[in-house]
């Protein structure tokens, strides 16, 4: 198995690669860049109509080269992610086209329902296929949820982290390399649960490697944006793999980055309307406050990497030590 996860992984990283250029070429001929915010910090103006939509390759590569690896043996448990995959991905391409070609992607209100009705089937799917009735909560166990109350937390959570990553997205590299992060901790977590769960752990690989290979292009300076149809797309599927692996609520821990980043805006919102005004950040989301504060853009992205390198850390050990415990 661990050699099967290495040539994904490789094969994934390779193909993107390799592919990544005459992409990007395919997305400058048609006219597929990053608008850039006026109220954003200054210094990210000079990244104005950078290709974007470099997450639609990844979403691409993952999804065919699992076919390849595992076309003839898909089995029904791995359905739900490599259907976030591909739904959630074609909605932020769809995102990211607009936003190039008029300036303003899908409306909040739309993106959202989209989300919902995704998010909801997804939820639902995850709880048929696996018969879930309960939640696992580390050193107590399972504790009993009826799916009434299962489906509607899931398809919460899978919002949740699909916006935490949407969120984080703004810095060269951040988003890109958090996830790696988080994706080798459930892919460790898939490989040690009780049972195991291989093709998880494999598609988990795939993810890594394409990602990998996106960041040979998108750290400082990036050549290319992920753009929604990634950062949507990726951070849904993560907690979707969370959710079979049943540790979502390791997930906060693991994907920290994602909600520190959600919560300082949602702080910031809430200060500025009951302070009638006031900021209590410079500028949310909390990487761009590190900015204006005066960090270099390389020094926050390698920081926050550094962070999520120790919370997937702890977050395995707090799922090994949990499985102990209750073995």
Known sequence: MT?????????????????????????????????????????????QGTPTMGGLLVVVVVLVTYGLLRGDQIERGIIPPLLTLLVVGILGAFD??????????????????????????????IQQTYGITGIRVPFAGDV??????????????????????????GLDGLAGGTLIFAFVAFM?????????????????ALIIG????????????????????????LGATLAVIALIT????????IGIIFVVETGSVIVQRAYYRMSKGKRLFRMSPIHHHFELAGWDE????????????????L???????SINRLA
């Not at 607009?98 to 909801?120: C, D, F, H, S, Y």
């Not at 009826?146 to 959570?157: K, S």
Request: a neutral charge.
């Open 3 to 47: 050699v099967e996860l290495i040539q994904g992984l490789l094969l994934a990283f390779a193909l993107v690669v390799i592919l990544m250029t005459p992409y990007t070429r395919v997305l400058r001929t048609a006219g597929i860049g990053k608008q850039i915010r006026l109220e954003g910090p200054e210094s990210h103006q000079v990244k």
């Open 96 to 125: 990211d086209y607009l936003n190039a070609r008029t300036g303003e992607g899908i409306t909040p209100r739309q993106k959202m329902l989209w989300l919902v009705v995704v998010a909801g089937v997804v939820a639902y799917q």
């Open 144 to 169: 009993a949820v009826e799916p009434f109350v299962y489906i509607p937390f899931a398809a919460f959570a899978i919002i949740a982290a699909s916006n935490g990553v949407n969120i984080t997205d």
């Open 188 to 204: 460790l977590i898939a490989l040690l649960n009780v049972p195991t769960q291989p093709n998880l752990a494999l598609f988990c």
């Open 210 to 233: 394409a990602l990998l290979g996106f960041l040979w292009f998108n750290v400082h300076p990036a050549q290319i944006f992920m753009g929604d149809s990634g950062s949507l797309s």
């Open 246 to 253: 049943g540790q979502i609520l390791v997930l906060p821990l």
């Open 298 to 313: 390389e020094k926050i992205t390698l920081r926050f990497w550094i962070v999520a390198i120790l919370a997937g850390l």
């Open 315 to 321: 977050g395995v050990t707090l799922f090994l030590a």
